[in-house]
């Protein structure tokens, strides 16, 4: 019995008291920017549920990693860091794939609204500071299996 509750007791702590979730689907995304291709390999949030839950309560995100919100068609939308504990950049794509705008380091727990300046079909979060470090930028092309969709 106590095994039993200790083992509950880590698994709460693991996923975030009780906020686990079944995994997401995953891909590589590739970013081409001045200073080479620079590669992701990504969580896919594509429905709503997942789009509402993306990296809240996450503790940790290694370098290379991040998610991918897939809307489906070019829309109006805002973020937020709501129970978002990791300082994130928000990459928003253009349907074309190219890049739209980079929000930079948005500020964890913070409910303000972080809006995309044109409809993007896809935002790409990564951690804070990585757009930068990594000379990812506006205009640059972004190559994952959504983008060869819409070609």
């Known amino acids: 019995m106590r095994t039993a509750l200790v083992v509950a007791l880590a698994l709460a702590v693991a996923f975030g008291a009780g906020h686990a979730s079944p995994p997401l689907p ?48 070019a829309m109006m939308i805002s973020f937020w860091m709501k129970n978002t504990v990791l300082p ?21 727990f913070s409910t303000a609204l972080i809006p995309s300046a044109e409809p993007v079909r896809a935002v790409l979060e ?3 500071g990585r757009a930068h470090d990594l000379g990812i930028r506006v205009g640059d092309r972004v190559r994952a299996a959504i983008f060869r969709e819409t070609r």
């Open 26 to 73: 995953v891909t590589t995304v590739t970013v081409d920017t001045q200073r080479g291709p620079k590669t992701f390999t990504v969580e896919v949030a594509s429905d709503m549920d997942s789009q509402q839950r993306g990296l809240m309560y996450r503790r940790y995100l290694a370098a290379d990693a991040g998610m991918l919100f897939d809307f489906h068609k």
């Open 88 to 108: 994130l950049d928000l990459v928003f794509i253009r349907a074309d794939g190219t890049i739209s705008t980079v929000a930079s380091n948005a500020v964890p």
């Open 126 to 128: 990564i951690n804070g």
